[in-house]
């Protein structure tokens, strides 16, 4: 049983760039949330996805968007990329009802 | 304001003592209290969490962690350490009401000596 899956694990992009970043939730779960972890803290919550739906938010500006798909995998997007944005990129995955976060292994995303 | 905070940045035990890892939280509803383990390049893993009932809480890697109300904390604890524990630990809470948003404190980094 595959749990999260996330893609790529590492990512280099110049400042002003766009980046995606991808997410397949584990099988049975409906819900991704996404987290951003600067390097030496704790996972600060960008925002939750549900029925393809942006369900809550996160103290980020409109620079992150997201997507949902069908399929219940996702999509993190950071447009006009600053180098404070550099950092690790976790989803975690659910069930609507209520917790059991499964989280993923992360992308690293570098901004030079 | 909604906050965990975890005192302690860095620990060192000797393999085989106990641990306590301190977390205290400010949180307006009844709180959903977690923990979590993070080793170097990889994502979270769950050791155990809180909802409600008995306020002594068994985990995973025979961790536990108990909840005191009147002192807003959730420390955990382990009898006896192994080299594989060292890793990042953050302690985390959300609430039912949120029903998604987990905050998570800044996480305590445990050493092992051999």
């Known amino acids: 049983d595959a749990g999260v899956t996330q893609s790529p694990t590492h990512l280099i992009k110049t400042r002003g760039q766009q980046v995606t970043l991808r997410c397949s939730p584990k099988s049975g779960h409906d819900t991704v949330s996404w987290y951003q972890q600067a390097l030496g803290q704790g996972p600060q919550f960008i925002f939750q996805?549900?029925?393809?739906?942006?369900?809550q938010r996160g103290n980020f500006p409109d620079r992150f968007s997201g997507h949902q798909f069908p399929n219940y995998s996702s999509e993190l997007n950071v447009n006009a990329l600053l180098l404070g944005d550099s950092a690790l990129y976790l989803c975690?995955?659910?069930?609507?009802?209520?917790?059991?976060?499964?989280f993923g292994s992360g992308t690293r995303l570098t901004v030079v | 304001a909604q906050s965990v905070t975890q005192p302690d940045i860095h620990i060192t035990v000797s393999e085989g003592a106990s641990l306590e890892l301190r977390c205290n939280y400010s949180?307006?509803?009844?709180?959903?209290l977690f923990w979590y383990v993070q080793s170097p390049g990889q994502g979270l893993q769950l050791l155990l969490k809180y909802f409600s009932g008995d306020t002594l809480v068994q985990g995973i890697k025979g961790f536990e962690a108990e909840f005191k109300r009147s002192q807003s904390s959730f420390n955990l604890r382990k009898p006896s350490v192994h080299w594989s524990d060292a890793a990042e630990y953050f302690c985390a809470v959300g609430s039912y009401s949120s029903a998604s948003k987990i905050i998570f404190g800044s996480g305590t980094r445990l050493s092992i000596r051999p």
């Open positions: 996805y549900y029925e393809e739906e942006e369900r």
């Open positions: 949180y307006g509803a009844t709180p959903y």
């Open positions: 975690a995955s659910s069930l609507a009802a209520g917790y059991g976060y499964t």
